[in-house]
């Protein structure tokens, strides 16, 4: 595997042995694409693998969030967060501001930027949105993680930043 998949994988066992986190997601607990390949030596009990129900997926991670918990929730493609939009931009991103912020939920999303190559997957998952998402949030951090030395440090830096932070990988540089 690249550096790149090392650093992911290493800032995936480092947020798993934080006692109030939980990964949930598509392939987070059974094969399926490159998520579950960073998460293969998290325990599953720190797991939940979920239908494709974007939307309710973010809603429920925003939820354990204010709860207490830091949920870090696995999309697959970055195209796939589009169908969260509502949850990301109206409820998440805002949910600061519209508490006076009595709720200050911290936890992290993942998403992924489908490969082009050596298989293109189509525009349905290949596309990037850094700069269309960042444009829609105001208490969000975007994190473009294009260079596979800030990895590390930019995971272990969102768990400690008490936000919601945006994870930005790049499958075709694993």
């Known amino acids: 595997m690249s550096k790149y998949f090392n650093e992911v994988e290493k800032s995936m066992n480092f947020l798993s042995l934080k006692s109030n986190t939980i990964f949930l997601g598509q392939s987070v607990k059974y094969p399926g694409n490159l998520i579950y390949k960073t998460l293969t030596k998290v325990k599953g009990t720190k797991k939940i693998e979920l239908p494709v129900f974007e939307e309710v997926q973010l809603g429920m991670s925003l939820g354990m969030a204010m709860d207490g918990m830091f949920p870090i929730t ?3 493609r970055f195209d796939f967060l589009l169908c969260a939009m509502n949850q990301l931009v109206n409820h998440a991103d805002k949910i600061k501001i519209i508490t ?13 930027v489908g490969a082009k190559k050596p298989l293109n997957g189509g525009e349905q998952h290949t596309q990037n949105y850094v700069n269309e998402i960042k444009n829609m949030l105001k208490t969000i951090k975007v994190w473009d993680l294009k260079d596979e030395k800030n990895i590390f440090l930019s995971y272990k830096n969102a768990f400690k930043n008490k936000q919601i932070n945006l994870m930005v990988e790049y499958s075709q540089l694993y």
């Open 100 to 112: 006076n912020n009595q709720y200050c939920p911290s936890m992290i999303i993942r998403v992924l």
């Open 74 to 76: 696995c999309f697959p």
